[in-house]
């Protein structure tokens, strides 16, 4: 159930309200409000929100979208946050939307602050986007990233920003649940993971070594370089080099290249744990 109650209602019926007017900027420019809230659209995204450490501040529905989402408004949790409902005409929320096809509902949602150690469980699986600025291949790599084990994702400095709205759909959801930080500049990277003593593999298609000879067991970062200059200078010297062998094509993107990798990654560690069980289990028979 949703974790959030629906508190007094407003309505809004001019373009020109200042509510109205922030949310616009925010969804169209892809960034936080001034108070840091971000814009989602949709019931899918908006019903991923509620179960996650995300918080629902605002919801802005239209006439239809009351009836469309009747049953997605009405659920309660005892001791929730409650978010407030702002109703607007149909065309007042057309200006606000982003996207093609409205779905008649959206809301502005507080994001929740990851620190550095919710990045680094052992064994640590972190990829790293260096001025990844293609969303929807970044809220894949998200969305890749939780679906194989990965323990978060940092977007450096110059990187497509979390807010953007093609991005949090392409992550369907994972964005409200994986550790995430964005930011970041590529000196405190490697100071980070300098200190945890992660091993660094950088996706690259003139590596001399293939991505399934990387030792993914270890605590380790992949990092993923910019679409056109690929890895920043810092970078290059101090990563190891893995490649995926690809056949009639140049290279993989980075949502596809960082997937691939994150699954041999999640494979190796579960045939190691597997592995490591095995004694017990002798063992306990």
Known sequence: ???WQARASTELTSPKNPQVQAVRKAAKSGRP????????????????????SWRVERIFITPRGLERYASLLS??????????????????????SATEAPQDIL???????????????????IVVLDRIQDPGNAGTVVRSA???????????????RISNPKLLRATAGSV?????LEGIEPIEMIQRLTQWKFALFALDAQGTNCVSEADFRQSCAIIAGNEGSGLAEEFRTIASHISIRTF????????????????????QRAAHESIRQQPSLRSAE
């Open 248 to 267: 009639r094509v140049e290279s993989l993107n980075t949502a596809v290249a960082c997937s691939v990798a994150l699954y041999e990654a999640s494979r």
């Open 107 to 125: 809301a502005l949602v507080r994001p929740k602050n990851w620190d550095w150690e919710d990045l680094t469980r052992s064994p640590g699986l």
């Open 176 to 180: 409200f649940r994986i550790p995430l």
């Open 33 to 52: 409000t001034e108070d840091g809230l971000i814009v989602i659209e949709g019931p899918h995204l908006l019903e991923e929100a509620y179960g996650s």
């Open 75 to 96: 659920g309660t949790r005892r001791g929730s946050k409650q978010a407030e409902i702002v109703r607007v005409p149909q065309t007042v929320f057309h200006s606000i």
């Open 1 to 3: 159930m949703p974790n």
């Open 146 to 160: 939780e679906a194989f084990g990965g323990s978060g994702v940092v977007f450096l400095n110059g990187s497509a």
